[in-house]
């Protein structure tokens, strides 16, 4: 059994702490900027109208730039520069309301930085669980000794789909200004703010079943967890017939079928819905796709870390060549989907297609292109080797470039439609990310901790443990190892 250090998990508490207290100040901060305050950065960029660089609004507001104050506004906007990504059917307006706008986007930034960093987790840990119910209806024969460690990771859901439950329940009673089409009088035809592109899509788009619908998810991919998690290690001393591991692969079986609709529908939710006129069907997959090249990158990192505590007793060098294998081959699905995603509205120029990439071409220049190279010309360089993909140190190498260009996807899947140009990696985006870092490093270990890492009931353990290939050569392992 594993021991989870007590060291180590002194440094996860630290980071959840550190964290905490981040996040605090940045929603202190937020709720003390005035309406003076959005004021004074839209004079500001009045006299800078030839842009600059981004600063910190919240913290500095007066140095916000002027081409870039306004791009998720809800009016139409006149000037270079100016892109209205959201709510652009809600007509002209005045400086008032665009100083409102404006406030909104700084006292979203807290909120938005939370949030990239929530989703990012959750959806991980998700795509962990995904990749994990693949293993067993496919009756996979190569990764049985890391389920535990999948298992492990899984653990993470429950705190935070409860963050998720809260931010989202938040953003129903608009203690936040995340999703635009909560805004007051956005359905209603005798108000100034009616948007009649979103009210068109109201049978979908309501705070009701918006909440309704997120829940559910939450409630199902828990439900899941908890049960293959029970029935997982029930499995090890059930010794009837294989009763128990059947029953396990018919949940997995339904669990797959639930998440490839839950998904879908989730990304629209949670990440479409903060650009309401903007939709994409390829956005599901798309998504997806982002999310499990994350989980796979985050399985590799817990296996390498656990077998260098010789935590995984079958686990060799094979085992870290066919994650890598994974992490190369689904980088390289992620830009298919990206590029046919980009390639399709850039030539159908449907202006409603076309403002979320023209916004992010104008705000987000840099991460929009540089996370294109982390995902995928960095991953095809360095993973191309197959020999390359058995070495753990490189393999930790490239998965540390993955993460932090799939996380800057859901940054620019996110920021742009909630805090326009008053973006800024500081504090609120480094709290998020120390805080759920250290939590999934405290809920993977100690979750692991309490089971045996093999599962011993599992009827393929046996060809994973002899599992290998014949052209790696496996590091401290002995030719009788080799089968």
Do not use: C
């Not at 009837?240 to 339904?254: H, Q």
């Not at 990440?271 to 006129?277: A, F, T, Y």
Request: net charge negative.
């Amino acid at each position: 059994m594993y021991q989870f250090s007590g060291k180590l998990k002194t440094f996860s508490l630290a980071l959840i702490v550190l964290g905490v207290i981040g996040i605090a100040f940045s929603f202190y901060s937020g709720s003390q900027t005035t309406i003076e305050d959005a004021k004074h950065a839209i004079e500001a960029a009045s006299n800078d109208g030839h842009g600059g660089s981004h600063g910190d609004a919240i913290e500095a507001p007066h140095n916000a730039d002027s081409s870039k104050v306004d791009n998720n506004a809800s009016g139409v906007h006149h000037g270079e520069g100016s892109v209205d990504t959201t709510m652009s059917g809600h007509g002209a307006h005045d400086d008032d309301s665009h100083a409102e706008h404006v406030l909104h986007q700084l006292q979203n930034r807290p909120w938005s930085a939370f949030y990239v960093a929530l989703f990012f987790s959750l959806g991980l840990t998700l795509l962990v669980l995904t990749f994990y119910a693949i293993q067993r209806v496919a009756q996979v024969g190569w990764s049985v000794v890391i389920l535990r460690v999948m298992e492990a990771i899984t653990g993470n859901l429950l705190p935070v789909s409860i963050l998720m439950a809260i931010v989202i329940i938040a953003s129903v009673m608009h203690l936040n200004h995340l999703f635009p089409w909560m805004a007051e009088g956005t359905f209603d035809p005798s108000s100034e703010n009616y948007d009649p592109i979103v009210d068109g899509k109201s049978w979908w788009i309501n705070s009701t079943g918006f909440l309704v619908r997120s829940i559910i998810y939450l409630i199902l991919w828990n439900a899941y967890r908890f049960f293959i998690r029970k029935n997982s290690i029930k499995e090890d001393t059930a010794n009837d017939g294989n009763k128990t591991y059947k029953k396990n692969y018919n949940a997995s079986v339904i669990f797959l079928f639930v998440f490839m609709i839950t998904e879908s529908m989730m990304s629209w939710d949670w990440i479409m819905g903060l650009d309401p006129h903007w939709f994409s069907t390829l956005f599901g997959w798309y998504v997806l796709s982002t999310l499990l090249v994350s989980a796979l990158t985050v399985i590799a990192f817990f296996t390498i870390y656990l077998r260098s505590k010789n935590a995984l007793p079958g686990v060799n060098d094979s085992h870290i060549h066919d994650l890598a294998k994974f992490m190369f081959g689904f980088s390289v699905f992620w830009t298919y989907l990206w590029f046919a995603q980009f390639m399709l509205i850039w030539y159908a120029d449907i202006p409603e297609e076309t403002t979320y990439y023209v916004a992010r071409f104008t705000e987000y220049k840099l991460p929009f292109l540089g996370m294109v190279i982390m995902n995928f010309a960095f991953p095809v360089l360095l993973l191309i080797n197959s020999d390359f993909k058995s070495k753990p140190w490189f393999v930790f190498i490239g998965g540390v470039v993955i993460l932090a260009g799939h996380y800057i996807d859901i940054f620019i899947m996110v920021m742009p439609s909630t805090v326009g140009a008053q973006w800024f990696f500081g504090i609120p985006e480094i709290s998020a990310l120390l805080f759920f870092i250290g939590l999934i490093i405290y809920t993977t270990l100690s979750s692991f901790a309490k089971a045996n890492p093999v599962p011993k009931g599992n009827p393929f353990l046996a060809e994973s443990e002899h599992f290998h290939y014949y052209n790696i050569e496996h590091s401290g392992e002995d030719s009788g190892d080799h089968h």
